[in-house]
């Protein structure tokens, strides 16, 4: 007879809000000074057009690399969620694959419009788990 052991993951931490939120203010921080750089040292094609610059391209794509990017790393965190302690993970508790972390990325924008609606019709936010973090089968955990 062979017997099988499988951790359980009932003792994990998840982050609350307010530590999310405050690691999402340092990654924009350090990813607001990394675009800035990246203007200095580009041209502008056209100055009058304000968002239909090529080098809007750029900063998509060095924002979606910087928070996929180091989703998928060894780490598992961003710089900010990396300073305060938490990582990403799947619900199974291990490491997020670039499509779960690109997932992530993109639904984003969708999360604060759920947060800012149910905050709008007075309705308290509990739950830890976000809108992107259901959609991508994944967590933030405190280490």
């Known amino acids: 007879m062979q017997t099988t052991y499988t951790q359980s993951n009932k ?21 607001l000074t990394l675009i800035g750089i990246a203007d200095y040292l580009t041209f502008s094609s056209d100055d009058e057009a304000l968002l239909i ?8 794509l060095l924002s979606w690399l910087y928070f996929a990017g180091t989703e998928v790393c060894p780490c598992q ?23 779960q972390a690109s997932v992530r990325f993109f639904a984003k924008p969708f999360t604060l419009f759920v ?12 739950t830890r788990s976000l809108f992107h973090d259901r959609l991508a089968n994944s967590q933030v955990v405190a280490k």
């Open 53 to 60: 610059k090529p080098e809007r391209w750029l900063h998509f």
């Open 11 to 31: 003792n994990i931490a998840l982050a609350d809000l307010s530590t999310r939120v405050l690691a999402f203010m340092l990654d924009m921080f350090i990813l």
């Open 115 to 126: 947060i800012l609606i149910r905050f709008l019709n007075g309705l308290p936010y509990f």
């Open 77 to 99: 965190a961003t710089l900010g969620k990396y300073l305060l302690g938490l990582k990403v993970t799947g619900t199974s508790g291990f490491r997020l694959s670039l499509r």
